[in-house]
């Protein structure tokens, strides 16, 4: 089966350690994900594509318990449907990146925990090959 990332351009795939990908404004500084072709800050459209960080910690998390509507949610919905942890994770220096998490359980849990960016399957899509996307899991 082939892996195809959900979508083009937002991290480095295939790879032994993806990397997000946004952009860094040269004008300000500002880092910004995903990429947005100009600076939310200071509205510069001098930006260059910038990799971030794999590891940042946890700063706010909840629980997905239900599958979210459709469009534009595209994963499992019914039965299919698993749990999945969302979170804020700020990567140091740079951007807090709102991801899925590994995790499902908020009691496993914990502010300022160190987490670290995957690649995880997501859905089959209609040609039978495995949708990936990111996911942020807790460093052991
Ligand atoms: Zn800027």
Redesign the pocket.
Known sequence: MAQVPIAEGLFTWPSEAPQLIGDR??????IAFPKQG???????T??REHRLARRGRLWAWTTQSFAPPSPPWSGPTGDAFVPFGVGYVELPGEVKVEARLTEADPERLAHGMEMELVVVPFRTDEQGNEVVTFAFRPVE
């Open positions: 404004c040269e004008a300000c500084g500002m100009s600076c939310p800050r200071c509205a510069s001098d930006v």
